[in-house]
């Protein structure tokens, strides 16, 4: 087996302007891909599947890929209703409050910033959340 694929540019510098944007903000290459943290919480994680590997995001996001795949925090409703919607939305087994979306040509963006958002504030210090700017 060779070097794990690699998350298409485009998809990572689209996530960075999101993230980036957090107060205190931490990106940083994972065990594959990158992860953007606040403080030591993962907030957002996006890697690529390729030939059913790594196999539990291959399993949870129903995938052989190859296809990118970002995972994020949630809460409350919100969480409850992703982790029961349709593809391109799937729920991870091995963390409670984790849920993913594939990445594709159809991918809505604006989603994507309001979920990461979401997930930044679900992670984050109260006085952080604080600084953000109003949606």
């Not at 690699?6 to 993230?19: G, H, K, S």
């Not at 980036?20 to 943290?37: H, I, L």
């Not at 052989?64 to 087994?93: C, I, M």
Request: negative net charge; hydrophobic residues 45%; glycine residues 6%.
């Amino acid at each position: 087996m060779g070097e794990p694929a690699e998350v298409p540019d485009e998809i990572v510098e689209r996530l960075r302007a999101v993230c980036g944007a957090f107060p205190e903000v931490v990106e940083e290459r994972a065990w594959r891909g990158t992860r953007w943290r606040i403080r030591q919480r993962a907030f957002a994680h996006v890697l690529e599947v390729e030939d059913g590997n790594p196999p539990s995001y291959a399993a949870a996001a129903r995938t052989d890929g190859p296809a990118s795949v970002l995972t994020f925090r949630s809460a409350g409703p919100e969480l409850a209703a992703l982790s029961h919607a349709a593809h391109p939305f799937f729920k991870p087994v091995w963390a409670t409050n984790v849920v993913g979306v594939v990445l594709d040509d159809d991918t809505d963006w604006d989603e994507v910033a309001e979920l990461l958002t979401e997930s930044y504030r679900v992670s984050a210090p109260r006085k952080l959340v604080e600084q953000m700017r109003p949606v």
